[in-house]
């Protein structure tokens, strides 16, 4: 049986203590190292139930890692190049034992995951490319394209199950209630949409955002669907009430790119300017900064199997890893009493940054930068 990661990393410890004296003990981080890509990432997921990561780049390179917190551990176990053009989205089987990938080249690829050997290849699985990938069950997957078409496959057949065309723009992100019943879709046309796919049919299209809606999560057992903007502002739709929104509160952020539900009541946003922000919903409030992406958009977020890290993407060509101990053990209540309006974020694992930091660091980095190209033009003349 696979340990968890938060086992794993008990026995770690626990092996150090016992090793020998006069042997050098591996370092046990806090976090798993990060990796360098040769090209951003586009694609993130955790295995259901082992420490992997499938991370799928802009290149349509596709890759696996092993991830550990001891020093040196966190390893690329196979890469594959089969996609033509950038891989948009991942995601692992529910057994784990195969990763389903997505490409602007319109194809879905099912790859072996102990040896990343390609077991099947839907070519022109869309007219358009493919943007958006979800599984629902061990047979059944949902693609969403450019143009905001999306289609239900059963891997046991040829074909695919539904194809439905209601929204006008590109399908950022899918999301599915617990019963497997309704597919909830975010586009960037600004509208939610909800499809029945037991039935295979459309139910319906929420009234236009302001922006476009990025990302879609189910929150509070049910109760409530969480809708990242473009410009910044979560949306919040009451279950079977999808025609208009009930709730909205915008961020001190300049969009939101992803999101990722951590509780029933928290979600992690990722952000063009680089912060990782904790919000929880109802009482709505950004709680903390969990990590940053320095100077650059944050693309994709993934939590792990056993939720102990936060896996990140960013436009710098790196996946870092957060510690989500100090978020989980957040009472909102209490943050509530303490924070001033309008102060700094609060920073919520030990290699995050509040935001006065993170943003007084980019100051001082531009004015150093200002300074050498003022000295290199007086040098100049």
């Excluded at 694609?43 to 991830?67: E, K, N, Q």
């Excluded at 950038?86 to 602007?104: H, I, N, P, Y």
């Excluded at 037991?198 to 236009?208: A, D, G, T």
Aim: with cysteine; proline share 3%; charged share 30%.
């Amino acid at each position: 049986m696979d340990r968890t990661c938060e086992e794993r990393s008990a026995e770690d410890k626990s092996d150090e203590e016992d090793s020998d004296s006069t042997e050098v003990p591996a370092r046990i981080r806090e976090t798993p190292e990060d990796i360098v890509l040769e090209a951003p990432a586009s694609g993130l997921a955790f295995h259901p139930a082992r420490d992997l990561l499938a991370v799928g780049d802009v290149d349509g390179d596709v890759f696996v890692f092993s991830y550990s917190c001891q020093e040196g551990e966190t390893k690329e176990l196979w890469s594959s190049g089969h996609h033509l053009k950038s891989c948009r989205d991942v995601a692992f089987s529910e057994d784990g034992q195969k990763l389903v990938t997505v490409s602007k080249d319109k194809a879905i690829h099912f790859l072996d995951v102990e040896q990343g050997r390609l077991e099947r290849r839907i070519s022109k699985a869309h007219g358009s490319p493919i943007n958006s990938l979800l599984l629902v069950d061990k047979n059944v997957l949902a693609t969403g394209d450019d143009t905001g078409g999306i289609r239900l496959w059963d891997q046991r057949k040829e074909g695919p199950l539904m194809d439905m065309r209601q929204h006008e723009e590109y399908i950022a992100d899918m999301a599915l209630d617990p019963d497997k019943k309704l597919l909830l879709t975010a586009s960037g046309d600004g509208c939610l949409g909800v499809f029945n796919i037991k039935r295979r049919r459309f139910e319906l299209l929420s009234e236009s955002q302001s922006g476009d809606l990025t990302s879609v999560t189910i929150m509070k057992c049910g109760r409530k669907v969480a809708c990242g903007s473009s410009e910044g502002t979560i949306y919040l739709f009451n279950w079977n009430g999808f025609g208009a929104t009930s709730d909205r509160f915008a961020l001190r952020a300049e969009s939101i790119d992803c999101m990722v539900p951590v509780t029933d009541s928290l979600l992690c946003t990722g952000s063009t300017d680089g912060v990782i922000r904790a919000v929880n919903i109802l009482p709505n409030r950004v709680v903390g900064s969990v990590g940053q992406h320095a100077c650059e958009p944050v693309e994709e977020l993934a939590l792990s199997h056993c939720g102990r890290f936060l896996a990140s993407s960013g436009h710098d060509q790196c996946i870092k890893f957060w510690d989500m101990a100090q978020l989980r053990a957040l009472v909102v209540d209490d943050y509530r009493r303490r924070k001033k309006k309008g102060g700094p974020l609060r920073a919520l694992s030990s290699k995050a940054w509040s935001t006065d930091d993170f943003f007084a660091g980019l100051k001082e980095k531009e004015e150093e930068e200002e300074k050498e190209k003022e000295e290199s033009e007086d040098n100049s003349d």
